[in-house]
């Protein structure tokens, strides 16, 4: 129940915090949230897996669900801020700007973000949207070193008990396809090669889509909130589903080493037989 819970304030934070938000949206972001707290709630209470990754081997999932809630609430703060108003808007719109420049030079993601925005945009508005993807940028980047150093620091998730495939990983069947090790490697650098490479994809297509449905999203602050946090939470979990799915890799190469250097010196020496 408790993680149901965190689910809806979580999807719920830019609804909560930015005013003007009328009753369809309000409506619309409650059942969304309801639906997917329902979800989780009935996925952690089940007996066997469903479709969540890694439930059963914390704190991967906690990483994820508090890096999305930083995101949506700093970003919520930032768009509802106005000229002149909000001095913790302000200020955390000045770190994302530091944040953002320091990171917009060719071919990066913050300049494909700056890039994509239309001329003629207001000075004021620029800079909200530089700040907030610099926030969220910044969010996605201190996840990700979090979850990294828990993974080669704390050796995640070996904790004293074997870690159950099935469990964590339902959608992975580790019976078919070749030796699981290879899969499990194949499948970690596909994950990073595409969280890496998504973070470049998705302004593109999100422009696309806009310019296609005729959408106003500079004007919608949830629009912006959520854009902003996706751009950088997706990467975020394919990342560190690459890096969790690797260091399982390597802990089922170690266990099958050990297991056959035991069966190695528990088989019986040969008997040289008589000339």
Known sequence: MLRAFITLIVIATPALMI???????????????????????????????????????????????????????????????????SSLALIVNAFGLMISRALDFPFSPMNLIIEQLPEGIDPFLLDKIRGMAGISLLVAVVSMI??????????WPARGFAFNVWVNLPTFDPTTGGDIIKRLRRDSRVNLILGFCTPFL??????????????????????????????????????????????????????????????????????????
């Open 202 to 275: 998705l302004p593109v297509v999100a422009v696309l889509a806009a310019n296609h449905i005729d959408a106003a999203v500079l004007s919608s602050p949830h629009t912006l909130v959520w854009g902003l946090t996706l751009w950088t939470f997706i990467p975020l979990s394919m990342l560190m589903r690459g890096l969790a799915m690797g260091r399982i890799a390597d802990m089922i190469a170690q266990r099958r080493a050990r297991l056959t250097a035991a069966i190695g010196a528990d088989a019986p020496k040969s008997v040289a037989m008589p000339g």
């Open 146 to 155: 979090v979850f990294a150093l828990l993974v080669r620091l704390h050796q």
């Open 19 to 85: 005013p003007g938000t009328t009753t369809e949206g309000a409506q619309m972001v409650m059942l969304v949230g309801l639906t997917l707290s329902v979800f989780i709630g009935v996925e952690y209470a089940a007996v066997f897996p469903g479709l969540v990754e890694f439930r059963d081997a914390p704190p991967f999932n906690r990483v994820r669900i508090l890096s999305l809630f930083l995101s949506l609430f700093l970003l919520s703060i930032v768009v509802t801020a106005e000229q002149g108003q």
